[in-house]
């Protein structure tokens, strides 16, 4: 489980394809929330400048997984349902991110900060 955090340092995770480009990914604005599987949130900005504000971090027998933000809304039977509110063209992609996130956000947990 990971250390108690309320803020932490922005953590820079991974290089650009650009040459002398430095940063990747940038994990910060850390909250707990440790309520089943979620231990937390984010935000995550990448080098095109789009910043994702409210990632869950997952957490299960070892296991860590992100959940993107999604939309609330109430089905015609009253039981709350999510839509997802981005997406990836194909696997590759989702993976690619998804790795690209989680190491981010790790390394902002451990205090690591370039």
Not at 76 to 82: D, K
């Amino acid at each position: 489980m990971p250390q108690e955090l309320t803020r932490s340092p922005a953590a820079i995770v991974g290089r650009s394809k650009q040459p002398n480009s430095r940063a990747c990914a940038t994990a910060r604005d850390w909250r707990a929330i440790n309520r089943k599987t979620v231990i937390g949130s984010f935000t995550l900005e990448l080098p095109s400048g789009l910043i994702i504000r409210d990632i869950l971090l997952h957490e299960r027998e070892g296991e860590r997984w992100i959940q993107l933000p999604s939309k609330e809304w109430l089905a015609a039977s009253g039981e709350t349902r999510y839509s997802q509110l981005l997406e990836f063209r194909d696997d590759e992609t989702k993976v690619s991110f998804r790795d690209l996130a989680l190491t981010a956000v790790n390394k902002l947990l451990r205090g690591g900060a370039q």
